[in-house]
């Protein structure tokens, strides 16, 4: 899969959304969230995502992203939410302007994850971050607002 230069995605991510998928994991009552270190949503804990990049499968991109940012895959995903965030624009912000499909993926034991170079840490919070809940809309009432 070919992919764009940096200079050239910085001035796409400026002008067209970008389309990400998101993951929360979860173990009975807890979430797994990781720190982020890059804008949007730099020093915060937030779910597992990325972009999905042209021409690819979900299934392939959930691979993608979960060995990347956790170090492992699950396959069992299953869609919960959609959301259509809007971040400030800040130098050097991997995105401004996210439609983000949202997969829930419940883990039979909290595990430590192999954290890439984005993030610098996690949590298994009671909590989802709440600028998650405020701005998805969430299918099935699988969080009341």
């Not at 797994?32 to 299934?59: A, D, H, Q, S």
Request: charged share 25%.
């Amino acid at each position: 899969m070919d992919y764009l230069p940096e200079e050239a995605y910085q001035r796409i991510m400026k002008s067209i959304p970008i389309f990400c998928i998101d993951f929360l994991i979860s173990f009975q009552n807890r979430y797994l969230l990781i720190k982020r270190k890059e804008e949007p949503l730099k020093n915060l804990y937030w779910v597992i995502g990325g972009r999905l990049m042209f021409k690819e499968k979900i299934t392939h991109a959930a691979k993608r992203i979960q060995e990347r940012e956790i170090g492992r895959y699950f396959s069992n995903f299953r869609e919960i939410g959609f959301s259509n965030y809007f971040f400030p624009d800040k130098q050097n912000s991997r995105a401004t302007h996210t439609p983000t499909l949202l997969f829930h993926i419940s883990v039979k034991e909290m595990f430590n994850p192999v954290l890439d170079e984005q993030h610098n840490n996690f949590i298994w919070s009671e909590y989802i971050p709440e600028e998650l809940i405020k701005q998805t809309t969430f299918f099935n009432n699988f969080i009341s607002k």
